[in-house]
């Protein structure tokens, strides 16, 4: 049998898989935060038809002769590169300028995860344990809230960070389910603990013992949430926490605009909270938070258009050397007329 017709086969394949990821691109122009993806092929294994052989006395050397056998998958790579900022004017909006993913997770609103720092470094914490049902990451940072004032994704998965602290006060304390916001002042000096946990934007903070309303709220480029108080006073009511990781690019999306770590990501590396010791801190290599934006999909579509052009027209050149090695089959039959 004609190897042509094997080769035309594999080369078949692998452009309707480049055009199934194409495809997909072009359907998420408009998803939130949405990383394009890329197809990469590699040839297969070449049939040595003779072996090469050196120069001798009388002759010189030959080359070998190979023929190839096809055309395979390479990998499938996510293009990491960060989307367009788009401004919406909504205060639960946040689009992550550089590194960082938002961390959100499943499981009782009284869960948390403990951090460490990672063996033989200073500036590096990773997650040790945690109480929640897996955690996922993701930079759609359409954030909601519930009747509760759970700060939330679009998905009701909770979104995760840290309490301030400031003169022993917390912004945001658990007893079992229960929060409870105390007034820390955003202008004193704020702490934060080594534990993740779900955050909370109330309908009041304790200011002394007085309910005081919340106004307004804003989150900061550091993931500081903001509130202005009835009373005019300015309240820090927690720090939404980012997670970043070796090689953002073997990260498994699972659908949702989420992302799962895997073995080749490496672990996910939590960016410090506000107030860690300057010995420690690792903030310095995340990017901004931007409140009221959201960043878009990265999709090229121009880019997308011609990748679907060439892997269109390899598809019928491959569909015509099947064609082709069919024609030469039926003259070898014919012969025997």
Do not use: H, W
């Not at 939330?152 to 979104?159: I, K, Q, Y």
Request: glycine residues 12%.
């Amino acid at each position: 049998m004609l190897r042509s017709l094997y080769a035309g086969i594999s080369g078949m394949k692998v452009n309707q898989q480049k055009l199934d990821v194409i495809a997909n691109n072009i359907a998420n122009i408009g998803t939130t935060a949405f990383k394009s993806s890329r197809v990469r092929f590699q040839d297969m294994v070449s049939q040595s038809i003779s072996e090469a052989s050196s120069s001798s006395t009388n002759t010189g050397g030959v080359n070998a002769k190979q023929i190839g056998l096809g055309v395979q998958m390479a990998g499938i790579d996510t293009m990491v590169g960060q989307g367009m900022m788009q401004p919406t004017s909504r205060n639960l909006d946040v689009a992550v300028d550089g590194e960082g993913y938002l961390m959100v997770a499943k499981g009782a609103i009284s869960g948390t995860a403990t951090l460490d720092n990672v063996a033989g470094t200073t500036t590096s914490q990773t997650i040790t344990a945690n109480t929640f049902n897996g955690i996922s990451y993701t930079r759609d940072g359409a954030l909601t809230l519930d009747d509760k004032g759970n700060l939330l994704n679009s998905d009701g998965l909770r979104v995760l960070g840290y309490a301030v602290s400031e003169g022993g006060n917390a912004s945001l304390t658990y007893s079992g389910s229960v929060p409870t916001s105390t007034y820390v002042n955003a202008n004193g000096t704020l702490t934060t603990s080594e534990t993740l946990i779900p955050l909370v934007i109330p309908e009041s903070v304790d200011v002394a013992g007085t309910a005081d309303r919340i106004k307004t709220f804003s989150i900061e480029k550091n993931g500081t949430i903001k509130a202005v108080l009835n009373s005019g006073k300015v309240a820090v009511l927690g720090q939404i926490a980012m997670a970043s990781f070796k090689n953002p690019a073997g990260l498994k999306k699972v659908g949702g605009n989420l992302y799962e770590n895997t073995s080749n990501s490496g672990d996910a590396v939590v960016r410090s909270g506000v107030g860690t010791d300057p010995t420690t801190d690792n903030s310095g290599s995340y990017g901004d938070m931007l409140g009221s934006m959201l960043e878009m999909s990265n999709v090229d579509l121009s880019e997308q258009f011609t990748d679907m052009i060439v892997a269109s027209r390899a598809f019928q050149a491959m569909g015509k050397s099947i064609t082709t090695g069919d024609e030469i089959l039926q003259d070898i039959i014919g012969l025997k007329r």
